[in-house]
């Protein structure tokens, strides 16, 4: 009897020949041919293999088909990502200026990303994934994504409720995640972001610049995931999603215990965030009362002598620039052809130099910035625009902090000067200027 011939793609015996003129012979050639039969059916109906064409019998969809499709179609995707994020940026500034949400729009952050091509083709690869999608171009949900992050609980929830009147008629509810109400639920301590699907709308381009070099047509279908949740929120998700879920490894008991404790940890760090956030209103909102009451020179003699004094930090002076009758101050030191104060705008930024010059000069309280508009300070202001118009040849514009810095500095003795130099807490040029005109009037 030859030896099998093997054939290695299959791993059987392929042809069998038997010199053995016998019946046993006959029997076991068509043992053979029959095995053979059955193990070729097997493995052509098998969901294990390939097709002739390469495809993945396992999945709905042609893998290298569809990562083409996609990587065609990424920069329209790409596209999507500027129009949504340009979008929630107007989107802001407008119901901020209008007064519709108390939200202060510095302290939000706003990332995004249009997933890759290998990422892409990674999760559509997956197992789970193949038996899930029928068409993964449609049914993925985040091929954009958009990470909203905020200080607060309090903030979290304004915007979650704003993005929900906006998008009504765009969220993908079925798609869209709340973990706040999960975990509340469950009674269970966990990651509490709220994720909303949304699709493409024409409004999005109506609100944006430049909106005329995209064509809306090319977005039909689009969607994106918009992930709204705190700076702690945001730590804890990436803890967890590459210490617990990247691992790879299933976590004993104890080591879940310990990630339900951190879980914890965080939830009550930004439970005490939330409340300080409130209580910082609450005092906010009452020294801006305060310092406008402060400004009411009827209730000066009576009124004030009861009440605490308002300490200055960069929060009280934005309070104080802000009051009307300290405008109108600022307003009247306007000397034309000579000196223009933009007493309307108010500063982005007080900052602790600021706070330190002032009280290097013995000012600790609100009330004690309208001593620096008195007649000798006021003459020396107008003799240092003078001076600038000489030098420059043109009026100065100064913002209101500026004034006050000069003001703050014509205030100061001599040994206060020498501090305020040494720490630099104002432009050098601006000191030298003023120290030149104390000592000509000085002299005379």
């Given at each position: 009897?030859?030896q099998p011939v093997i054939n290695t793609k299959y791993n059987f015996i392929n042809k069998i020949k038997y010199l053995d003129n016998g019946?046993?012979?006959?029997?076991?050639?068509?043992?053979?041919?029959?095995?053979?039969?059955?193990?070729?059916?097997?493995?052509?109906?098998?969901?294990?293999?390939?097709?002739?064409?390469?495809?993945?019998?396992?999945?709905?969809?042609?893998?290298?088909?569809?990562?083409?499709?996609?990587?065609?179609?990424?920069?329209?995707?790409?596209?999507?990502?500027?129009?949504?994020?340009?979008?929630?940026?107007?989107?802001?500034?407008?119901?901020?200026?209008?007064?519709?949400v108390k939200l202060d729009k510095n302290a939000i952050e706003i990332k995004s990303r249009t997933k890759t091509i290998d990422s892409f083709?990674?999760?559509?690869?997956r197992d789970d994934k193949k038996s899930k999608y029928k068409n993964p171009l449609d049914e993925i949900t985040d091929l954009v994504g958009?990470?909203?992050?905020?200080?607060?609980?309090?903030?979290?929830?304004?915007?979650?409720?704003?993005?929900?009147?906006?998008?009504?008629?765009?969220?993908?509810?079925?798609?869209?995640?709340?973990?706040?109400?999960?975990?509340?639920?469950?009674?269970?301590?966990?990651?509490?972001?709220?994720?909303?699907?949304?699709?493409?709308?024409?409004?999005?381009?109506?609100?944006?610049?430049?909106?005329?070099?995209?064509?809306?047509?090319?977005?039909?279908?689009?969607?994106?995931?918009?992930?709204?949740?705190?700076?702690?929120?945001?730590?804890?998700?990436?803890?967890?999603?590459?210490?617990?879920?990247?691992?790879?490894?299933?976590?004993?008991?104890?080591?879940?215990?310990?990630?339900?404790?951190?879980?914890?940890?965080?939830?009550?760090?930004?439970?005490?965030?939330?409340?300080?956030?409130?209580?910082?209103?609450?005092?906010?909102?009452?020294?801006?009362?305060?310092?406008?009451?402060?400004?009411?020179?009827?209730?000066?003699?009576?009124?004030?002598?009861?009440?605490?004094?308002?300490?200055?930090?960069?929060?009280?002076?934005?309070?104080?620039?802000?009051?009307?009758?300290?405008?109108?101050?600022?307003?009247?030191?306007?000397?034309?052809?000579?000196?223009?104060?933009?007493?309307?705008?108010?500063?982005?930024?007080?900052?602790?130099?600021?706070?330190?010059?002032?009280?290097?000069?013995?000012?600790?309280?609100?009330?004690?910035?309208?001593?620096?508009?008195?007649?000798?300070?006021?003459?020396?202001?107008?003799?240092?625009?003078?001076?600038?118009?000489?030098?420059?040849?043109?009026?100065?514009?100064?913002?209101?902090?500026?004034?006050?810095?000069?003001?703050?500095?014509?205030?100061?003795?001599?040994?206060?000067?020498?501090?305020?130099?040494?720490?630099?807490?104002?432009?050098?040029?601006?000191?030298?200027?003023?120290?030149?005109?104390?000592?000509?009037?000085?002299?005379?």
């Amino acid at each position: 009897m030859t030896q099998p011939v093997i054939n290695t793609k299959y791993n059987f015996i392929n042809k069998i020949k038997y010199l053995d003129n016998g019946g046993g012979g006959i029997c076991i050639i068509l043992f053979y041919t029959k095995m053979e039969k059955n193990i070729m059916t097997s493995l052509n109906n098998t969901s294990l293999t390939n097709n002739n064409n390469g495809i993945d019998t396992t999945s709905h969809y042609n893998i290298e088909h569809t990562v083409n499709e996609y990587k065609n179609k990424w920069n329209l995707y790409e596209s999507f990502r500027c129009i949504l994020v340009e979008y929630i940026n107007k989107l802001l500034d407008q119901v901020i200026k209008e007064n519709k949400v108390k939200l202060d729009k510095n302290a939000i952050e706003i990332k995004s990303r249009t997933k890759t091509i290998d990422s892409f083709k990674g999760k559509i690869s997956r197992d789970d994934k193949k038996s899930k999608y029928k068409n993964p171009l449609d049914e993925i949900t985040d091929l954009v994504g958009v990470k909203i992050l905020l200080t607060s609980l309090k903030d979290e929830n304004i915007l979650y409720e704003l993005l929900k009147i906006e998008l009504k008629d765009n969220i993908d509810w079925e798609n869209s995640i709340d973990k706040t109400q999960d975990i509340k639920k469950e009674r269970k301590f966990g990651y509490l972001g709220r994720h909303l699907v949304i699709s493409y709308d024409d409004k999005m381009l109506k609100l944006i610049e430049n909106s005329d070099k995209y064509d809306s047509k090319d977005f039909t279908n689009f969607k994106a995931e918009i992930q709204i949740k705190t700076l702690l929120q945001h730590v804890w998700a990436e803890v967890e999603h590459k210490a617990r879920y990247k691992a790879g490894e299933e976590l004993d008991d104890d080591k879940k215990r310990y990630f339900d404790r951190l879980a914890a940890l965080i939830e009550v760090a930004d439970d005490l965030f939330k409340d300080l956030v409130e209580e910082t209103e609450k005092i906010n909102k009452k020294s801006r009362k305060r310092i406008d009451k402060e400004q009411d020179e009827i209730n000066e003699q009576d009124d004030m002598q009861k009440e605490p004094k308002i300490f200055i930090s960069s929060k009280n002076i934005a309070f104080y620039l802000a009051n009307e009758k300290v405008k109108e101050k600022f307003k009247k030191l306007n000397k034309e052809n000579i000196l223009y104060v933009l007493y309307d705008e108010e500063p982005s930024l007080i900052s602790m130099n600021f706070i330190e010059l002032l009280k290097i000069i013995n000012i600790q309280y609100t009330k004690d910035l309208n001593t620096l508009f008195n007649d000798e300070n006021k003459k020396i202001l107008y003799a240092y625009a003078q001076e600038i118009l000489s030098i420059d040849g043109s009026p100065s514009r100064l913002p209101k902090l500026s004034i006050m810095q000069i003001l703050a500095y014509a205030k100061a003795n001599q040994e206060q000067k020498e501090k305020i130099k040494e720490k630099k807490l104002i432009f050098e040029r601006t000191c030298r200027i003023i120290d030149k005109l104390i000592k000509g009037e000085n002299n005379e």
